[in-house]
């Protein structure tokens, strides 16, 4: 492999993962950077697991989404495995989807037939309950050499910083919208009952509390309604 090249195409893919305007539009760039930089990388997907949910964001290609299902189907497999372990590892690999795998007895021989030959998968992040790994699939077996693995982790790595960037951007904007949406909420409710506003946030609060829904939900609704339900 050509590194100073690749070294300059990641440089270039950095910039641009930065440059995305939303979450989504930052992972497809990650996952179409995979299938074009990394030798072997025939699709590629993300898989977040958060608690007991998960969901695969960014595929190239219907098979990758189609891998993560099975592996949340199976409760198996090298990301699910990582997610529960908490083992530290960062990095996963399977050589060859035809060879018995004891890890994953299920997921393995499932995947074979589903047309996959060899993978890889990166760890992105862990956020408390939260779990986000980069896959890339190749459908022969053994498409994955040291150097894929090395020029997976660089893009990986890029890509680690480029998510929590853009996560961390996409929680700001909705703070920023939340507050928005619960001082309309309280103005609609100082209008309508000509009280002060300490009041209204109180009511808007207490029925938030008693009702067991969040906050900005509860504004959502006078926002819809114009008054409390």
């Keep these: 492999m050509d590194w100073q090249r690749f ?25 179409g950077s995979a299938t074009e930089l990394v030798a072997g990388c025939d699709l590629a ?7 007991a949910e998960s969901h695969s964001l960014a595929p190239t290609d219907p098979l990758a989404e189609e ?3 099975l ?14 372990r908490s083992t530290g590892k960062r990095v996963f690999r399977i050589a060859d989807f035809t060879e018995a795998e004891p890890r994953w007895p299920d997921f393995v021989p499932a995947a074979g037939g589903l047309g996959v030959g060899s993978m890889m998968g990166f760890l992105l992040y862990t956020d408390d309950e939260d ?4 896959n890339f699939y190749s459908r022969r077996p053994g498409a994955f050499s040291e150097e894929s ?3 997976g982790v660089l893009l990986a790595s890029h890509a680690a910083v480029a998510v929590s960037a853009a996560r961390t951007h996409a929680q700001m904007e909705q703070a920023v919208a939340t507050r928005h949406q619960i001082g309309q909420a309280m103005g ?3 209008a309508r009952h000509r009280i002060p506003e300490n009041e209204a946030f109180n009511q808007l609060r207490t029925y938030s509390q008693n009702k067991n829904v969040k906050l900005r939900e509860v504004a959502a609704l006078v926002c819809e309604q114009g008054a409390l339900p």
């Design 7 to 31: 070294a300059e195409r990641i440089g270039v893919m950095a910039h641009d993962l930065l440059e995305q305007p939303s979450v989504d539009a930052t992972l497809g760039r990650i996952t």
């Design 131 to 134: 779990f986000g790994a980069l």
């Design 149 to 151: 693995e090395r020029a």
């Design 71 to 84: 592996q949340r189907k199976l409760g198996q497999g090298p990301c699910f495995d990582a997610a529960r």
């Design 67 to 69: 891998l993560d299902q």
């Design 188 to 190: 609609i409710l100082m």
């Design 45 to 51: 997907g993300i898989l977040v697991l958060s608690g």
